[in-house]
Structures are given as C-alpha cells and as structure tokens.
C-alpha cells in the first residue's frame, strides 16, 4: 500500500498570502493518478487538481500542482478567505488499494 | 447537472448490516466506475472500494481492511450503485460518500454523505 505523508500538519497564513503544501509517497506513483481535494467542514471533498498537474472544472488558476515520483505539491497563490480548509492528496492509480494522505490545514493567521 | 445522492444510512447495532444506495443523474451512469469513501468524525478521508463500468467487466476492488465485509455492486437499469455492508463494527462509524470515477480524473464529482453509525 502507498502512504502519502502530508506536510505541514497546519498551515497559519493570512490572505493574500501562498501556501505551499507538500505529500511525499512511499513508493513512486504514476502522475497520471495523482490528485488534490479541498475540504470544508460539513462539506464533501472537492476535485481541485488531478493528473499531478491538471485543474478540475472550475478550479482557479490560484491552484496549481506539480511534482512527479515520490514528491507532489500544492500550490495555492494570494489567498482567499474562501479557500481557508483542509486538504488532502489522494493517489488512484491503476493497482489499488488507493490511499490517501491525513491532510493539511490551512487556517488564517 | 451531475449529481449523486447517498441514502440508507442510519444508526445500526454492531453485528448487523447495512445497504447504501448512491443514485446518479446528470450523465451516463452506466459509463462511470463508482467509488465508495468513507470519514470517521474528525477524521481523514478512506477509500472503501470501486465497482467498474459494466463494459470493464464490472468488477470490483476493495481497501484490504474492509474485503469480504463490504460488497459494492450497480443497478445501471436504475443509476443506483450500492454498498452492502455486513458485520459491522464500532469502526465503521463515519460518513459516507460516493464518487463518480472518470478514468483520468478520478473522483469528480462526490455525494453530499451519508451518516452511518455503529453503536449498542
């Protein structure tokens, strides 16, 4: 099973400001199944980025992932109030189990 | 609009089971894999298992830890995917989801949950 470890545990940032969020896996794990979600409390999880690198429908262009292997990041430009919430990468590759990391965060300073 | 619905969750004594339906609308259901998440309260995400779209055989695949307990299976006649879910235990408490599974994307679209809790 791949572990995916979520860096920080929280992040304390204020608007306007970048967060930068990190999951190391285990193993390497195919970009093509790699993704980001943004949660908020008493909501389900939303598709943010998917493919390492691509944004969902919707998602703005604030959101960027990259990384590749072992090593992925989440990129989230000049902070908005709205996007203060937990987020989780996720890996969903061909060969399951998928996995997910415990989650990052991301609270106003 | 695409859109899932979960229902069937509830309060249910250890031991027991339990059917989950999640009804699709707005695509194609019977085109999608459909994946099954759950989370404890205050807790992280956990991936429970997927079914596959019937023309990839409609097979199904499970987290290690739930195999043999947990049954997902579809009704594309009616856009409902389902998860059975038999001796259940204090830990299967939490809520919910399920997702439309694109075959790049993932999980694009997700229910809103359902509540299921295991308790004497």
């Known amino acids: 099973e791949i572990v995916l470890t979520q860096s920080p545990g929280t992040l304390s940032l204020s608007p306007g400001e970048r967060a930068t969020l990190s999951c190391r896996a285990s193993q390497s794990v195919r970009s093509d199944y790699f993704a980001w979600f943004q949660q908020k409390a008493g909501q389900a999880p939303r598709l943010l980025i998917y493919?390492?690198?691509s944004r969902a429908r919707g998602i703005p262009d604030r959101f960027s992932g990259s990384g590749s292997g072992t090593d992925f990041t989440l990129t989230i430009n000049r902070l908005e109030p709205d996007d203060f919430a937990v987020y989780y990468c996720h890996q969903y590759g061909s060969s399951p189990p998928w996995t997910f990391g415990q989650g990052t965060k991301v609270e106003i300073k | 609009e695409v859109q899932l619905v979960e229902s069937g969750g509830g309060l249910v004594r250890p031991g027991r089971s339990l059917r989950l339906s999640c009804t699709g609308s707005?695509?194609?259901?019977?085109?999608?894999?459909v994946s099954w998440f759950r989370q404890a309260p205050g807790k992280g995400l956990e991936w429970v298992g997927f079914?596959?779209?019937?023309?990839?055989?409609?097979?199904?695949e499970y987290a290690t830890s739930l195999k043999g307990r947990f049954i997902i299976s579809r009704d594309d006649s009616k856009s409902i995917a389902y998860l059975q879910m038999n001796g259940l235990k204090t830990e299967d408490t939490g809520l919910y989801y399920c997702t439309r599974v694109q075959a790049v994307a993932g999980s694009d679209y997700w229910g809103q949950g359902t509540l299921v809790t295991v308790s004497s």
């Open positions: 493919g390492a690198s």
């Open positions: 707005g695509f194609t259901f019977s085109a999608y894999a």
């Open positions: 079914i596959r779209s019937n023309p990839f055989g409609g097979t199904t």
